[in-house]
């Protein structure tokens, strides 16, 4: 099975930070990759898939890039709302791994 | 716009089963992929199966094979997921959600504990 790494595993940043997420997959997904944000307490909502294109209501300061094996999801201005959990995820193949998750926390 | 409601939380005991259900509305569902998910206290996202119901074929991750059975009801619109021989480490929040470009709806959870 493909293996889904995420870097790193916990960051803190100041409001207004750019901050980027890492992953990386073992093997080739071409571009089938999806990132999720999970609020504590919450249910995971999807933020951008195809590796990216933002899903519908999700803002702009979102972003999504890269192919194949690695891929960036970036906040470019970070909001209190953004604290989360983020999940990669890759679909349209089975099984629909996930990444270990990113904690991003205000400084 | 999908809606997919869960059925409420449960209690088993160590070796009984779960089935917990996921009842979609506001959209076709026999056009529908549909993934369940789970999540145990404080941990990450894992992805367990999915089932196309307009062809009635389900799918599982490797882990849950032999223990877990995905299935639908297209007259109501329900998806189920049963997991038997339970232990203490399938306590876990469980999510339904639809299997599309990345899992664009989710169901609200259902809370299983299992605990003697």
């Known amino acids: 099975d493909i293996q889904m790494t995420q870097s790193p595993s916990s960051l803190s940043a100041s409001v207004g930070d750019r901050i980027t997420i890492t992953c990386r997959a073992s093997l080739d997904i071409t571009k089938d990759l999806a990132w999720y944000q999970q609020k504590p307490g919450k249910v995971p909502s999807l933020l951008i898939y195809?590796?990216?294109t933002l899903h519908s209501g999700v803002p702009s300061r979102f972003s999504g890039s890269g192919s194949g094996t690695d891929f960036t999801l970036t906040i470019s201005s970070l909001q209190p709302e953004d604290v989360a959990t983020y999940y990669c995820q890759k679909y349209h193949s089975a099984p629909r791994t996930f990444g270990q998750g990113t904690k991003v926390e205000i400084k | 716009q999908v809606h997919l409601v869960q059925s409420g939380a449960e209690v088993k005991k160590p070796g009984s089963s779960v089935k917990v259900s996921c009842k979609a509305s506001g959209g076709t569902f026999r056009t529908y992929t549909f993934s369940w998910v789970r999540q145990a206290p404080g941990q990450g996202l894992e992805w367990m199966g999915r089932?196309?119901?307009?062809?009635?074929?389900?799918y599982y991750a490797q882990k849950f094979l032999g223990r877990v059975t995905i299935t639908a009801d297209e007259s109501t619109s329900t998806v189920y997921m049963e997991l038997s021989s339970l232990t203490s480490e399938d306590t876990a929040v469980y999510f339904c959600?639809?299997?599309?470009?990345?899992?664009?709806?989710w169901g609200q959870g259902t809370l299983v504990t299992v605990s003697s």
């Open positions: 195809g590796a990216s």
């Open positions: 089932i196309i119901p307009i062809i009635d074929t389900a």
């Open positions: 959600a639809i299997d599309n470009w990345g899992f664009d709806y």
